[in-house]
């Protein structure tokens, strides 16, 4: 459990400096590990994977990834 927080908090953290520039909210400065929690100490799994993102023409897209289907390949770039 150490070593997934140790994961998980630079993660959470990047997407909570982005919410502080957003709305202006202002952190008091990297939480420690002891401050990620997990509720009964679970992780779900999900079948349903959604990705949004931009397309070269500027619009707004979505894409789904789902594991049980034929079509559950992808490509990130390295």
């Not at 994961?7 to 952190?27: R, T």
């Amino acid at each position: 459990m150490p070593k997934l927080k140790a994961h998980l908090l630079p993660q959470i953290w990047e997407i909570h400096l982005g919410k502080e520039n957003e709305y202006g909210l202002e952190l008091d400065g990297p939480p420690s590990i002891t401050q990620v929690l997990f509720k009964v100490n679970r992780i779900y799994r999900h079948n349903l994977l959604r990705i949004n993102y931009t397309t070269y023409d500027v619009r707004c897209e979505t894409d789904m990834i789902n594991p049980r289907t034929e079509h559950r390949d992808i490509m990130l770039l390295a």
